[in-house]
T-cell receptor
Framework: DTGVSQDPRHKITKRGQNVTFRCDPISEHNRLYWYRQTLGQGPEFLTYFQNEAQLEKSRLLSDRFSAERPKGSFSTLEIQRTEQGDSAMYLC??????????????FGPGTRLLVL | GENVEQHPSTLSVQEGDSAVIKCTYSDSASNYFPWYKQELGKRPQLIIDIRSNVGEKKDQRIAVTLNKTAKHFSLHITETQPEDSAVYFCAARSISNSGYALNFGKGTSLLVTP
């Protein structure tokens, strides 16, 4: 499968614990995005990388959230001291700058987080 | 920032009928409008998109129209089939942002009954 992959697909954790998610973009896609989707809502933008540089962060990305893309390939999203309100589907997407300005974002299957 | 409104939230049609989903956006600088289809438990998948320099685009049974003056765009699905049942999301991207983030509507749950 050459699409965007995410791991794990499901995560159950207790409030206060830290969790980390991984995203592997489509090979050679230089742009990578994280979105959060709650039930009955559309995806909400969290943050965006171009290569290894984090270029934009949403106000939704509180201090408890941190994202990295150390080598410009895979990315990790860490949530510290999880809260019940963090329960959501965390989606990763990637795109290629070589496609031009109007580039398609391809989504991964998501990581569903449940905070008890 | 950009705000995207989507209507209706649910839509039920009979197989063979047409379905129309409408979205409005707030930022006149938005220039790219994709539509995604999300089946239950699956990832969002792009079905069609339109750029701000185009008024209409068609791909087989799916078409999208854009009215820049009114800041709204619509998805039209003709000859609907049961496999079209899914949640559809519109999105807009504004060049006012420093990046390429998409702003999504809340989705339309489409049910096509045989």
């Amino acid at each position: 499968d050459t699409g965007v992959s995410q791991d794990p697909r499901h995560k159950i954790t207790k409030r206060g614990q830290n969790v980390t998610f991984r995203c592997d973009p489509i090979s050679e896609h230089n742009r990578l995005y994280w979105y959060r989707q709650t039930l009955g809502q559309g995806p909400e933008f969290l943050t965006y990388f171009q290569n290894e540089a984090q270029l934009e962060k949403s106000r939704l990305l509180s201090d408890r959230f941190s994202a990295e893309r150390p080598k410009g390939s895979f990315s990790t999203l860490e949530i510290q001291r999880t809260e019940q309100g963090d329960s959501a589907m965390y989606l990763c997407a990637s795109s290629s700058r070589t496609s031009g300005v109007f580039e398609t974002q391809y989504f991964g299957p998501g990581t569903r987080l449940l905070v008890l | 920032g950009e705000n995207v409104e989507q209507h209706p939230s649910t839509l039920s049609v009979q197989e063979g009928d047409s379905a129309v989903i409408k979205c409005t956006y707030s930022d006149s600088a938005s220039n790219y409008f994709p539509w995604y289809k999300q089946e239950l438990g699956k990832r969002p998948q792009l079905i069609i998109d339109i750029r701000s320099n185009v008024g209409e685009k068609k791909d087989q049974r799916i078409a999208v129209t854009l009215n820049k003056t009114a800041k709204h765009f619509s998805l039209h699905i003709t000859e609907t089939q049961p496999e079209d049942s899914a949640v559809y999301f519109c999105a807009a991207r504004s060049i006012s942002n420093s990046g390429y983030a998409l702003n999504f509507g809340k989705g339309t749950s489409l049910l096509v009954t045989p």
